[in-house]
């Protein structure tokens, strides 16, 4: 999985807030059935956020409904942003090793 993070999409948006992470590990786990458990899962699941912005759980339903896939949260990061209308195309960089909190 490293080799396809280093080559996944930069992060469009801020990291999110641990308010708003614990928000989306609840949709998480209401999409997939499976809980953010590790600190790891954690700081993937805010680098998916971080790439995919508000559109990030239609991302991971998306891709849960195509793979049946419980742990999507790699496929997630590595996948393309789509834009969303008006919004602009930026990077905000990436963080050492797609980590969000330490």
Same mark, same amino acid.
């Given at each position: 999985m490293s080799a396809r993070i280093a080559s996944a999409p930069p992060f %469009? /948006? @801020?990291a @999110?807030? @641990?308010a708003a992470l614990d928000e989306l590990a609840a949709a998480y786990l209401a &999409?997939? =059935?499976s809980p953010i458990r590790s600190r790891a899962q954690r700081n993937l699941l805010a680098a998916c956020a971080r790439? /995919? =912005?508000p559109a990030v759980l239609d991302v991971i339903r998306? %891709? #849960?409904a195509a793979t =049946?896939?419980?742990n999507c949260l790699g496929l997630v990061r590595t996948?393309?942003?789509v834009p969303v209308a008006g919004e602009e195309q930026r990077s905000v960089g990436r963080d050492r090793d797609d =980590? &969000? #909190?330490r």
């Open positions: %469009r /948006h @801020p @999110p807030d @641990p &999409i997939t =059935g790439v /995919h =912005g998306a %891709r #849960f =049946g896939v419980n996948s393309l942003s =980590g &969000i #909190f």
